[in-house]
T-cell receptor, first 114, second 114 residues
Framework: NAGVMQNPRHLVRRRGQEARLRCSPM?????VYWYRQLPEEGLKFMVY????????ESGMPKERFSAEFPKEGPSILRIQQVVRGDSAAYFC????????????FGSGTRLTVV | GQSLEQPSEVTAVEGAIVQINCTYQ??????LSWYQQHDGGAPTFLSY????GLEETGRFSSFLSRSDSYGYLLLQELQMKDSASYFC???????????????FGSGTQLTVLP
C-alpha cells in the first residue's frame, strides 16, 4: 500500500500562473481532505471531498481556488492566478470513512510563487 | 468556531519525560487527536481521545478532560528522534453537514537535547 501520494513534491509558479496539485488517496479510502500550512504554523483546513462530491469547502478561499475528486483519478486542488501569498505547503489526507479518527497524510506539495 | 492553544516550543533532554498541553474552545466536540510532524513532512497520527482519561500507546500517552476542555500528550523516555512538531487537533461537527471537521492547533516544536 503506497499511502497517500501527492505530486509534485515541489512546484514553482510565477505570479498569475495556475497551480495544479494532485492527490491520490490510500487504496480503499474514498474521503479526501486538503490542508494548507504556512511556515511555523499549523495546518488549516481547506476542503473535504468524497468521490465526485464536495462535502465541506468552508476553508477554501472563495476566489481562485477550486478542488475536485473525480470518479476516476486523483483529487486535484487548483489555484488560478497565483499570488505570493499562496506560497505554502499543501497537504492532502485521506480516510476510509466519514468520522475516521486518524487521517493518513501525504508528504505535501511545496508551492513557491515567484 | 474552533480555537486551540498549545505552547510553541518545549525543550527536554534524552531520557526525560515531557508533557505538551492543549486547551481548546469548540462548538461541538467529538474528540482530541495528536499528530507528529518531522521537518515539515507528512503529519502522522499518534493518538485519539474521545472520552476522559489516559490512553497509552508505548512511550506516548494522551489525556483528555472534556469538562476542562484540556488535553495533553505525554512522551516518556525521550529519544533524539522525537524532536519534531506536535499538533493537537479537535474533531468537531461541521455546520450544516453530517461531516466531521479536524481543526489543528499551531503546533509545539519539541527539541530533545543529548
Amino acid at each position: 500500500n503506497a499511502g497517500v501520494m501527492q505530486n509534485p513534491r515541489h512546484l514553482v509558479r510565477r505570479r498569475g500562473q495556475e497551480a495544479r496539485l494532485r492527490c491520490s488517496p490510500m487504496k480503499g479510502h474514498s474521503h479526501v481532505y486538503w490542508y494548507r500550512q504556512l511556515p511555523e504554523e499549523g495546518l488549516k483546513f481547506m476542503v473535504y471531498l468524497q468521490k465526485e462530491n464536495i462535502i465541506d469547502e468552508s476553508g477554501m478561499p472563495k476566489e481562485r481556488f477550486s478542488a475536485e475528486f473525480p470518479k476516476e483519478g486523483p483529487s486535484i486542488l487548483r489555484i488560478q492566478q497565483v499570488v505570493r501569498g499562496d506560497s505554502a505547503a499543501y497537504f492532502c489526507a485521506s480516510s476510509p470513512k466519514q468520522g475516521a479518527v486518524g487521517y493518513t497524510f501525504g508528504s505535501g506539495t511545496r508551492l513557491t510563487v515567484v | 468556531g474552533q480555537s486551540l492553544e498549545q505552547p510553541s516550543e518545549v525543550t527536554a533532554v534524552e531520557g526525560a519525560i515531557v508533557q505538551i498541553n492543549c486547551t481548546y474552545q469548540t462548538s461541538g466536540f467529538y474528540g482530541l487527536s495528536w499528530y507528529q510532524q518531522h521537518d515539515g513532512g507528512a503529519p502522522t497520527f499518534l493518538s485519539y481521545n474521545a472520552l476522559d482519561g489516559l490512553e497509552e500507546t508505548g512511550r506516548f500517552s494522551s489525556f483528555l478532560s472534556r469538562s476542562d476542555s484540556y488535553g495533553y500528550l505525554l512522551l516518556q523516555e525521550l529519544q533524539m528522534k522525537d524532536s519534531a512538531s506536535y499538533f493537537c487537533a479537535v474533531i468537531s461537527p461541521t455546520k450544516g453537514s453530517s461531516a466531521r471537521q479536524l481543526t489543528f492547533g499551531s503546533g509545539t516544536q519539541l527539541t530533545v537535547l543529548p
